[in-house]
């Protein structure tokens, strides 16, 4: 008898179990209703004022046996639950979502289909001084295999003392020694006045780190048809370097590279900190390329090539390193750039570790 009755309570346990999963998916679908609702009307969706009225009203109602304290604690989950479920949903929507393209995307450029599974590898020096200079770094690229040529025109710093770069003059150099070696331009642009010139001397646009949330260059990005390498924010989040991306793929372009730069931190050791696990998260997260700029991430020589090896390892699509003909003299960033037989033994030593097939 005693078994019996023990069995009827669990049964009807069971079935008021299975009521209160109806309700809960039932409340998540109007969560998702109201979460869209919000996007278009551009609300936050954590509304804090809302979140106490509801437990307010809970604990009006609440006549036991739980303690109130028991239940504020239960639907404050709820509440959690439902804003990550309008979250996922937004994520879902995103353009850049692998949710939304399961398939990798890759970018052409001149015959490089970077994302395409192997490793590719965009050099060059850190601001373009001169056509000599330029031409004997195009052509140690040129030797090794590559076809990815980098090297700043317009330099945005830190001190607006320090070389700014040579402007439309250093695209100009940029493109006539690419020529010369059959090379492809990548080149960071500052200002949305300035694309379509470059259109003509570059062959990826690059946004750099201090530019990732600017978003009228975003958006003017997103309206040529030119591959756009987007380096991370100092101290952005991978969300916030996403939502930099959509900004681009929102307006048409889908060609996009994506390049985590190391991000600013407590840590002096390193110039930034290379925060390696952000490739395998966007891979998984989004359906775009990934490279990882080891200059800049670490600002050391001597930490290049064991970081270069950690991004092939973990799945970048390309590297990116600064080389310069005699860094000593450069005008920018001399400590942390290569110079030609360093970044031939940094190749050397990347193709025979990985064995990587140029």
């Known amino acids: 008898m005693m078994t019996t009755e023990l069995e009827q309570l669990r049964t009807e346990i069971d079935e008021i179990s299975l009521k209160i999963l109806d309700l809960l998916n039932e409340r998540g679908t109007l969560v998702q209703q109201i979460g869209k609702l919000k996007e278009t009307q551009g609300v936050k969706r954590f509304d804090p004022i809302r979140e106490r009225k509801l437990l307010d009203l809970i604990a009006e109602h609440n006549d036991g046996p739980f303690e109130t304290s028991t239940i504020h604690h239960i639907f404050k989950k709820i509440f959690q639950a439902s804003l990550e479920l309008q979250e996922d949903d937004n994520r879902k929507a995103l353009l850049v979502s692998r949710k939304k393209k399961p398939e990798d995307t890759i970018v052409n450029v001149k015959g490089e289909r970077i994302g395409d599974g192997q490793t590719h590898f965009v050099a060059g020096p850190c601001a373009v001084e001169s056509y000599e200079q330029v031409r004997q770094v195009a052509q140690a690229i040129s030797q090794q295999g590559l076809t990815l040529l980098r090297g700043g025109a317009y330099k945005p710093r830190t001190s607006p003392y ?15 020694a690419a020529d010369e070696f059959n090379l492809a331009v990548v080149s960071e642009i500052l200002n949305p006045n300035d694309l379509e010139t470059a259109l003509d001397y570059v062959d990826v646009i690059q946004i750099g780190a201090r530019n990732m949330q600017n978003f009228d260059l975003l958006k003017a990005a997103g309206q040529v ?29 889908s060609e996009i590279i994506l390049c985590e730069r190391g991000i600013r931190t407590y840590e002096k050791a390193t110039r930034n900190t290379l925060d390696i696990s952000a490739v395998p998260i966007l891979k998984k997260e989004t359906h775009l390329p990934v490279m990882v700029d080891v200059t800049h991430s670490t600002g050391r020589k001597d930490l290049l090539l064991p970081c270069a090896k950690a991004a ?47």
């Not at 320090?162 to 006539?176: A, C, V």
């Not at 005699?326 to 030609?340: E, Y």
């Open 225 to 253: 048809r030119k591959p756009i390498l987007l380096k991370r924010g100092l101290s952005a989040t991978i969300e916030e370097f996403m939502y930099a991306a959509e900004y681009i793929l929102a307006q048409g372009n």
């Open 162 to 176: 320090d070389f700014q770069g040579l402007g439309f003059e250093g695209l100009q150099i940029l493109r006539k």
């Open 312 to 358: 092939i390892a973990i799945g970048a699509d390309g590297v990116m390193a600064e080389v310069h003909p005699d860094p000593a003299v450069a005008l920018s960033d001399s400590a942390q750039q290569m110079n030609i037989p360093e970044f031939n033994e940094f190749m050397s030593a990347l193709k025979k570790s990985a064995a990587l097939a140029f």
